[in-house]
């Protein structure tokens, strides 16, 4: 059975390149391959990381806090798009006036309108 992303509409997962360097330089492959596994089911499925060994656990820690700071980010970004949507779409109901309704047509045809 496939598991579902816990964030559907975010489409990456960001890897800094300040961790990106330490791990190719200062783990092991099998090491960099078990963080970048727990990071990923921690961002994609909100797995909580396994206990490793002390210095794995660290990073791991580290990197996950990166994850909810991006997805903190993510979100936010998401709510103010959709408040600006539904203002737009929906805003307020008042009916506008000749002048008002004047004003936005000069400014979406400026050429074509005559006063």
């Known amino acids: 059975m496939k598991r579902q992303p816990i ?9 800094f390149y300040d961790k990106c360097e330490m791990l190719l330089d200062k783990f092991s492959d099998e090491e960099a391959g078990k963080i970048l596994k727990a990071v990923m089911n921690y961002e994609l499925y ?14 791991i820690t580290a990197m996950c806090h990166e994850c909810d700071l991006t997805i903190k ?4 970004k998401s709510a103010k798009a959709k408040a600006a949507i539904n203002k737009r779409w929906q805003g307020d109901k008042r009916e506008m006036t000749q002048e008002e309704i ?6 979406m045809f400026p050429r074509t309108r005559k006063k």
Request: cysteine-free; glycine content about 4%; aromatic content about 10%.
């Open 73 to 76: 980010k993510f979100s936010d």
């Open 102 to 107: 004047d004003a936005e047509l000069d400014l």
């Open 7 to 15: 964030h559907a509409n975010k489409k990456y997962i960001a890897l």
């Open 46 to 59: 909100g797995i909580e990381p396994a206990e490793t060994d002390r210095t794995l656990d660290i990073f």
